[in-house]
């Protein structure tokens, strides 16, 4: 069974404190691995894609990397305008359909 | 590009009545959409995949007779919510599945807040 692991659960830094997020999967033949960002009262905005290991992606401060078991979401000197909830998401095997983690909260105080 | 449109972003509904909301994708032709629905602080619980042309798929513990779900063409599909309970107050999520070459990404709605009373 696919299992898509994201941690940690919240995550708390102060303005321009750099950190990363965290998704481990568990998956037969990995199609491409998603990162959203979900706002509260609103639907995924989606960010990345990344299909193959080593593969990595920059949106503004935020940049997704891509190994063999996992994927990292690096926030670079967050503000506080970073804060949400941040949503993994991978497409496998034959199946069209992703599975979903249950997401990093994150906040970010000024 | 890839926008997704939902419509009502709420609604208020007594105990008993259908509600229906609907699902766009307003610059990309999408042949499958998904419905979620996501409880307070929880993640998205997929509650079926709707293909053009055909039925949808219902995830297991999903009542289908419910969760009335219909894709009439390849930019709509229609979540209606029938004999709506207290229980069924959430908030759904549609999303759309875009394709081009070898890229298959999910865009998602603002979602539909809906509560019955």
């Known amino acids: 069974e696919d299992q898509v692991t994201q941690s940690p659960e919240a995550l708390r830094l102060q303005e321009g404190e750099s950190s990363s997020l965290n998704c481990s999967y568990t998956?037969?033949?990995?199609?491409?691995l998603f990162w959203y960002r979900q706002d509260p009262g609103k639907g995924p905005e989606f960010l990345f894609t990344?299909?193959?290991a080593g593969e990595e992606k920059e949106k503004e401060r935020l940049k997704a990397t891509l190994t063999k078991k996992e994927s990292f979401l690096h926030i670079t000197a967050p503000k506080p305008e970073d804060s949400a909830t941040y949503l993994c998401?991978?497409?496998?095997?034959?199946?069209?359909?992703?599975?979903f983690g249950r997401g990093t909260s994150l906040i970010v105080h000024p | 590009g890839a926008v997704v449109s939902q419509h009502p972003s709420w609604v208020i509904c007594k105990s008993g009545t259908s509600v229906k909301i609907e699902c766009r994708s307003l610059?990309?032709?999408?042949?499958?959409m998904f419905w979620y629905r996501q409880f307070p602080k929880q993640s998205l619980m997929l509650m079926a995949t709707?293909?053009?042309?055909?039925?949808?798929?219902?995830e297991q513990g999903v009542e289908k007779d419910k969760f009335l779900i219909n894709h009439a063409s390849l930019t709509l599909s229609t979540l209606t919510v029938t004999s709506a309970h207290p229980e069924d107050s959430s908030f759904y999520i549609c999303?759309?599945?875009?394709?081009?070459?070898?890229?298959?990404?999910?865009?998602f709605g603002p979602g539909t807040r809906l509560t019955v009373l």
């Open positions: 999303s759309a599945r875009a394709t081009s070459g070898s890229t298959d990404t999910q865009y």
């Open positions: 998956v037969s033949g990995l199609r491409g």
């Open positions: 990344l299909y193959s």
């Open positions: 998401a991978v497409q496998a095997g034959g199946s069209y359909i992703p599975t």
């Open positions: 610059d990309f032709q999408a042949t499958t």
């Open positions: 709707s293909n053009e042309g055909s039925k949808a798929t219902y």
